[in-house]
Each structure stands twice: as C-alpha cells, then as structure tokens.
C-alpha cells in the first residue's frame, strides 16, 4: 500500500472504519470510531478506500482525560463546598 491523503476514509479487517490522520511512506495513522487512533507500516498496511479524502481535512476530536492536577483540584473544590455548607 501507499501512502494515504489526510483525511481518507478507510476500512481495516480487524479495526473497522477509520479516518487516516497522517500517512507517509513509512507509517500510516488512521483514527477508528470503535478503536481509537492507530499506527500501521504503510508498506504491509491492508485496508480498503472507502472515501476521497475531503478538501479540508477533518479535525478529530476526542476527550482527553483530566490531568491528575485537574482532579485534585476538583476534589478541593467539592471538599471546600462542603465544609461551607
């Protein structure tokens, strides 16, 4: 296989639909709906082009988890919120 253009859909035996994210000669990214982002060797990569890779490239958009800072202050927060009550 050879390199993609952003924003192709493909379809992976295993991993499903996805939306490759980057793509050279050596590695390939693709973003599963079911399975998250994904790195493949473009060379021994097997999947089948679903799409045309659009004229502006989709940004994905994913949740990040919060950092653990971000917890510890949430939980002060709630603590102190409570004590005030």
Do not use: C, N, W
Not at 9 to 18: F, Q, R
Not at 44 to 54: F, N, V, Y
């Amino acid at each position: 296989m050879q390199a993609m253009q952003e924003g192709q859909t493909i379809k992976h035996d295993v991993y499903g639909l996805g939306i490759v994210t980057a793509s050279d000669m050596e590695r390939t990214s693709v973003d599963f709906d079911d399975h998250g982002p994904k790195l493949f060797v473009t060379s021994i990569m097997t999947a089948e082009l679903i799409g045309e890779a659009p004229a502006t490239p989709p940004k994905t958009k994913r949740r990040r988890k919060a950092s653990t800072a971000a917890k510890a202050a949430k939980k002060l927060a709630a603590a102190a919120a409570a004590s005030h009550a």
